[in-house]
Structure formats: structure tokens, C-alpha cells
């Protein structure tokens, strides 16, 4: 059976509200972590003498979740167009369009169509 546009652009629609509201969410704990983690390089100032220890400290598993976030954002549309295709109404043989068929046998190969492939 075909799906209707409608229910097919209502499941994107949801798809694509998910993966935003987990990039929000992964953006979220990004930026409670890495202020936790300003707050305890800040107290630490001075103890450090080695330059490398700030990037040691701030470049760890927080910034994983901004880029998983990022990544979300950016390969999103293309995902849920992959998950949710619009349906092609087309006979399965030849390619021929459905739509204007006025009867449930294609025109150009012969091939019988079930009766929701016209509708």
C-alpha cells in the first residue's frame, strides 16, 4: 500500500522535531559541562605551570556531544528524506505516471495496478 503525502509529510514533520529537540538537548548538557568545567579551570589558575594543561581540560568528552549536536543539525533534512520518502506514484514496470491514468492497467506496458496506486 502507498502512503498519502499527508501522513508521509506528518512523520518527516515528527523526524525532524526528534532530532532537533535531541540537538537541543545534546547542546544543552554541552554547555552545563563546559561552563562546569570554565568554573573549575578558573579556580585552578595558577596551579598549573604546563601551557597544555588548559586544552587538556577543556578539549575532552563535552565537546564530543556539541559536535554529535552539530552533526544532527547539519544531516538532518537529508535524513529524513531518506527515512521518509514522498511516494511515487509510477507504474513499478515502466515509470509510467499514475495520475492521469484513467483506468487501473498502465498504458504504455499493460501491467495491471493494485486499485490505491490510482487513487
Request: aromatic share 12%; with cysteine; charged share 20%.
Amino acid at each position: 500500500m502507498i502512503p498519502d503525502i499527508a501522513s508521509v509529510v506528518r512523520k518527516r514533520y515528527r523526524l525532524r522535531r526528534t532530532l532537533r529537540v535531541g540537538a537541543l538537548v545534546l547542546t544543552t548538557i554541552f554547555v552545563s559541562m563546559a561552563s562546569w568545567q570554565v568554573i573549575e579551570v578558573l579556580k585552578d589558575w595558577g596551579e598549573f605551570d604546563n601551557p597544555g594543561w588548559l586544552t587538556m581540560r577543556l578539549l575532552s568528552f563535552e565537546w564530543s556531544l556539541l559536535i554529535a549536536a552539530t552533526f544532527l543539525l547539519v544531516i538532518e533534512r537529508t535524513f529524513v528524506r531518506w527515512a521518509w520518502p514522498i511516494p511515487r506514484r509510477a507504474c513499478p514496470q515502466c515509470g509510467y505516471p499514475a495520475q492521469p491514468a484513467p483506468s487501473l492497467r498502465c498504458p504504455e506496458c499493460g501491467l495491471d495496478w493494485p486499485p490505491e496506486l490510482v487513487s
